[in-house]
């Protein structure tokens, strides 16, 4: 997925959206093609957010950084903690009627 280098990229932009208080400040849909899309702050304008938009096979955002930026790192994240949880209900046990439709009754 990641090779060596980009994954040592995106630490550097954690660290930087850390120290500077980067954070996602909105999330939505894209109404044109339905793809997700979120607002992340701007360290240098409080006034200002960055969109950026999640594609199948990667995140697209509009600042000008050419490396991988605080914002797709941030979004990176937080698509990663959806995942993770998503798996945890998966993984968690389940009612015996939800996981199985074998008949059963109510009568003893
Ligand atoms: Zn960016």
């Given at each position: 997925?990641?090779?060596g280098?980009?994954?040592?990229?995106?630490?550097?932009?954690?660290?930087?959206?850390?120290?500077?208080?980067?954070?996602?400040?909105?999330?939505?849909?894209r109404?044109?093609?339905?793809?997700r899309?979120?607002?992340?702050s701007?360290?240098?304008d409080?006034?200002?957010?960055?969109i950026?938009?999640?594609?199948?096979s990667?995140?697209?955002?509009?600042?000008?950084?050419?490396?991988?930026?605080?914002?797709?790192?941030?979004?990176?994240?937080?698509?990663?903690?959806?995942?993770?949880?998503?798996?945890?209900?998966?993984d968690?046990?389940?009612?015996?009627?939800?996981?199985?439709?074998?008949?059963?009754?109510?009568?003893?």
């Amino acid at each position: 997925m990641l090779n060596g280098q980009e994954a040592l990229e995106l630490e550097r932009a954690m660290a930087r959206a850390a120290k500077e208080g980067t954070r996602i400040i909105g999330r939505g849909t894209r109404k044109s093609d339905g793809a997700r899309v979120f607002v992340v702050s701007s360290s240098r304008d409080q006034f200002r957010g960055y969109i950026v938009v999640v594609h199948a096979s990667h995140l697209a955002c509009e600042c000008p950084s050419r490396k991988v930026c605080k914002h797709r790192a941030l979004v990176h994240l937080a698509l990663k903690k959806e995942r993770d949880a998503a798996q945890a209900a998966k993984d968690r046990d389940t009612a015996p009627l939800y996981r199985s439709n074998a008949p059963f009754s109510l009568f003893k």
